[in-house]
Each structure stands twice: as structure tokens, then as C-alpha cells.
């Protein structure tokens, strides 16, 4: 496989479930993203991690909480989400957050909160 | 604040008929401006990276251009298949994240 990979590609979910967003990159990369994309809205950055290591929360609500175990994976854990965390679920990968190079991205997961 | 606008939000070509989208920016200084393309249901897919003033980068109909305070991204004799949202991003020299604009939704009709 090549690029970055998310799984699944859907999830609905009640507001009390819990569930995990998992992303892989086959890029080589040290730095990967989160981010939300909601209808009519720019993207917006949730978490990085650079080499592993969490740089960056972009004061997300803790019922979003990370975990990057490499530098090839990345989960999203979810729990008591509210309905408008309804959005698609991107994540990105890329050299290193601090070279300018460009963010690659995966397909999302489209997620729906009953 | 570094902000990122992009015009115009909607877009509708009769194929072949020539365009341009612009993506204006307000960051203090620039470390590199990327362009992507995003399909509904699919995340976004990178086209170009443009990192100084002048700079211009093509492939096949698109052409990026960037200048102090925007960039264009032209798109001559567009077919069906360029139909997708085109999002713009800029890197703030002393930051490390990404600022996205809100995207220019493309329709080219055949």
C-alpha cells in the first residue's frame, strides 16, 4: 500500500459508544495530523505529532484523545461525542512539522453522531 | 492572525472555457503556499507547492502563480474531470502548521 490510509471509512455512532479512528502512512514521514472538516468550514487542525511526540493540541475537547504508538500510525480515540462532531476526519503526514514541505492526506473517515 | 481567503466560493465553466481561482493571504512572511484538490468523499490531493514571489508551477491544464499577497490558479480549456473544491494553504515561516482557506467549489460542465 502507498499514502496514507484511514479506517474506517464510516462510523455512526451513539453519543455514549466508544470507537477509534485509525490512520497509516506508507510515506516515510515523522510528523502526522488530525483535522475536521465540517461542511462550509475550513479545515481545522486538531492534533500533530512530530517524531511521536505530541506538538500541538489545538484546544480539542477531551472526549477526542490521540495516540501516535510510530511514526506510521495514528489513532483517534472517541468517546461521549456530541452531535456536532458529525465531520469528516482527516489525517495527514508529512516529512516534519518543521520543513516546508507539503502535508499529504488520507480519505477520511466520515463520521456521524446519533 | 494568519488568514487565508479564497475566491470565488463557487465556479461553474463550460468546458474549455478558461479560468482563474485566486487565494489571498494575510501571514507575515510565507514559508511555502500549496494547493490541493479535494473529490466528495475523497480527502484532499496535493497539485502544487509555490514558495517565493514570482514562482509558477504547471501541470497539464493547471498553472499556479504566486505573487506577495496571492496566488492564482489557472485552469485553461478545464474538461469535466477538473470538477472537485480546490483548497489553498499557507506556512507561516515561524510556524509549523498549515492555515487553509475555504476552498473554491469547481463544476465544469460539458
Known amino acids: 500500500e502507498t499514502g496514507v490510509t484511514q479506517t474506517p471509512r464510516h462510523l455512526v455512532m451513539g453519543m455514549t459508544n466508544k470507537k477509534s479512528l485509525k490512520c497509516e502512512q506508507h510515506?516515510?514521514?515523522?510528523?502526522m495530523y488530525w483535522y475536521k472538516q465540517s461542511a462550509k468550514k475550513p479545515l481545522e487542525l486538531m492534533f500533530v505529532?512530530?517524531?511521536?511526540?505530541?506538538?500541538e493540541n489545538n484546544s480539542v475537547p477531551s472526549r477526542f484523545s490521540p495516540e501516535c504508538p510510530n511514526s506510521s500510525h495514528l489513532f483517534l480515540h472517541l468517546h461521549t461525542l456530541q452531535p456536532e462532531d458529525s465531520a469528516l476526519y482527516l489525517c495527514?503526514?508529512?516529512?516534519?512539522?518543521?520543513?516546508?514541505?507539503?502535508?499529504?492526506f488520507g480519505d477520511g473517515t466520515r463520521l456521524s453522531i446519533l | 492572525e494568519d488568514q487565508v481567503t479564497q475566491s470565488p466560493e463557487a465556479l461553474r465553466l463550460q468546458e474549455g472555457e478558461s479560468s482563474s481561482l485566486n487565494c489571498s493571504y494575510t501571514?507575515?512572511?510565507?514559508?511555502?503556499l500549496f494547493w490541493y484538490r479535494q473529490d466528495p468523499g475523497k480527502g484532499p490531493e496535493f497539485l502544487f507547492t509555490?514558495?517565493?514571489a514570482g514562482e509558477e508551477k504547471e501541470k497539464e491544464r493547471l498553472k499556479a502563480t504566486l505573487t506577495k499577497k496571492e496566488s492564482f490558479l489557472h485552469i485553461t480549456a478545464p474538461k469535466p474531470e477538473d470538477s472537485a473544491t480546490y483548497l489553498c494553504?499557507?506556512?507561516?515561516?515561524?510556524?509549523?502548521?498549515?492555515?487553509f482557506g475555504p476552498g473554491t467549489r469547481l463544476s465544469v460542465l460539458p
Open positions: 501571514v507575515s512572511g510565507l514559508r511555502g
Open positions: 494553504a499557507v506556512q507561516a515561516p515561524y510556524g509549523q502548521n498549515f492555515v
Open positions: 505529532y512530530n517524531f511521536k511526540e505530541q506538538t
Open positions: 509555490l514558495y517565493s
Open positions: 510515506l516515510g514521514h515523522n510528523a
Open positions: 495527514a503526514s508529512s516529512q516534519a512539522t518543521g520543513s516546508n514541505q507539503p502535508q499529504h
